[in-house]
């Protein structure tokens, strides 16, 4: 089930957050409203939000100021809106490492699209991320630039053996049938006499050497198919 966006909107103008919230929620994202730049630190800092919308110009605090405060601690997605976007104020927002900077003016649509990119930037960064530290068997992959390493080494894959590497580490500590591990890395089903998956599978068991017992990291699991094993 594809998760909700859950926004912070800041701002002290109450129609506009009254248009944004009416368009954003009939849009899928749920919603917190703020009027106050203080009270909305303390909320994007100490909330569980994918996004947080500041205006720049709040009473107490700016909207600079709150997100140079954001950036000092982490990552969150911050997108600053102006009643009139000069060049400068622009410039130093995305400097200082706004995600985006709009006028209060733009069309709700580009809103929207804008904040859409954003989060899906964002949560593809997690994925990786994520993906970086997961570690089974001395294993260490990372998505993002399709690279692995081995015990603490770089292992040298070539782009199938990397893609079937991760669909194994995907499902470690559960056997794939060889139809399934087929069609998820060659695309197509195996006929009577390809040997194609038994290569690959082959050539990466040469490359990644035993484990201290002697067994391979990639388990033939009897009439069944193949498991990367849970160290």
């Known amino acids: 089930m594809k998760q909700t966006p859950k926004l912070l909107l800041v701002d002290d103008d109450p129609v506009l957050c009254r248009v944004l919230s009416d368009y954003l929620e009939a849009q899928g994202f749920a919603l917190d409203l703020c009027h106050d730049g203080e009270a909305g630190l303390l909320l994007a800092m100490e909330g569980d939000y994918d996004l947080v919308i500041f205006d720049d110009t709040l009473p107490g605090i700016t909207g600079i100021e709150v997100l140079r405060r954001i950036r000092q601690y982490g990552e969150l997605p911050v997108v600053m809106l102006a009643a009139a976007v000069d060049d400068i104020e622009r410039i130093v927002g995305l400097e200082l490492g706004a995600d985006d900077y709009l006028s209060k003016s733009c069309n709700l649509r580009e809103l929207v699209a804008r904040l859409n990119s954003i ?14 530290r997961d570690e089974i068997t001395s294993l260490t ?57 038994d290569m690959h599978i082959s050539n990466l068991r040469k490359k990644l050497g035993r ?7 990639i388990q033939t699991v009897h009439r069944t198919g193949y498991q990367l094993i849970r160290k």
């Open 119 to 132: 989060l899906r930037r964002t949560r593809h960064a997690v994925a990786a991320e994520r993906m970086r």
């Open 141 to 197: 992959l990372s998505v993002s630039d399709r690279s692995a390493t081995w015990r603490g080494k770089p292992l040298p894959l070539t782009s199938t053996e990397f893609d079937l590497l991760h669909i194994l580490f995907q499902h470690s500590g559960r056997a794939l049938g060889k139809a399934e591990l087929a069609l998820k890395l060659l695309g197509r089903e195996l006929t009577s006499y390809d040997r194609s998956l």
């Open 211 to 217: 484990l201290a017992d002697g067994r391979s990291p």
